[in-house]
């Protein structure tokens, strides 16, 4: 089975400064990784994935992710945070079992951008 | 590019009342779509999967007889909430497996916000 815990359920930044949201995951086998962000009434937008390739994972806006399969982790970064970046964001893992391609969302962690 | 639309965007219901929430693949055919639900300041959680032409597949938990889901054609999905409570008020998001192309790729609707009275 797999799950996902985000360390972090708030974390505050201030403009222009680093944003690190910390995810681990506990899969039994390769898993695909993913992070999405929740914009205030918005549907999901997908920032980048993982999916065996690089580990290290470029999305849209600046983000990154590493995986890091001996720490079973899949942190998303940035180099300096905007304002626009405040939101909600989800680390995601999918469920490869079959077809089914169910995702598992973490709890969240919301970004706030401090001017 | 691809596009899921989910209608309406929010809704408000009298208890006992049923709700319809439709979600649509745009421009490509969706043979699986996925429900979710969110309760305020919690994350998604799966409710069923949704295979078109047979039976949703419902997580564990989740009411299969309140919560009507009908996959009739590769386009549309529709959750039904039959017999709302207060306790159904959620936001709900469906999304759209696209199996075109070389890779698979998923799209997720606005979501729903019901309000139940």
């Known amino acids: 089975a797999q799950s996902v815990t985000q360390l972090d359920s708030h974390v505050s930044v201030s403009e222009g400064t680093p944003v690190l949201l910390r995810c681990n995951y506990s899969s039994s086998y390769s898993p695909s990784l993913f992070w999405y962000v929740q914009h205030p009434n918005k549907g999901l937008q997908l920032l980048l994935k993982y999916t065996s390739a690089a580990t290290l994972v470029k999305g849209i806006n600046g983000f990154e992710a590493e995986f890091k399969k001996s720490e079973t982790s899949f942190h998303l970064t940035k180099p300096s945070a905007h304002m626009s970046d405040a939101a909600e964001y989800f680390c995601v893992v999918s469920d490869r079992t079959g077809n089914t391609g169910k995702l598992i969302f973490g709890q969240g962690t919301t970004l706030q951008v401090k001017p | 590019g691809a596009v899921v639309s989910q209608h309406p965007s929010w809704v408000i219901c009298k208890s006992g009342t049923s709700v319809k929430i439709e979600c649509r693949s745009l421009d490509f055919q969706a043979t699986t779509m996925f429900w979710y639900r969110q309760f305020p300041k919690q994350s998604l959680m799966l409710m069923a999967t949704?295979?078109?032409?047979?039976?949703?597949?419902?997580e564990q938990g989740v009411e299969k007889d309140k919560f009507l889901i009908n996959h009739a054609s590769l386009t549309l999905s529709t959750l039904t909430v039959t017999s709302a409570h207060p306790e159904d008020s959620s936001f709900y998001i469906c999304s759209a497996r696209d199996h075109t192309g070389a890779r698979e790729k998923l799209f997720f609707g606005s979501g729903t916000q019901l309000s139940v009275l």
């Open positions: 949704s295979n078109e032409g047979s039976k949703a597949t419902y």
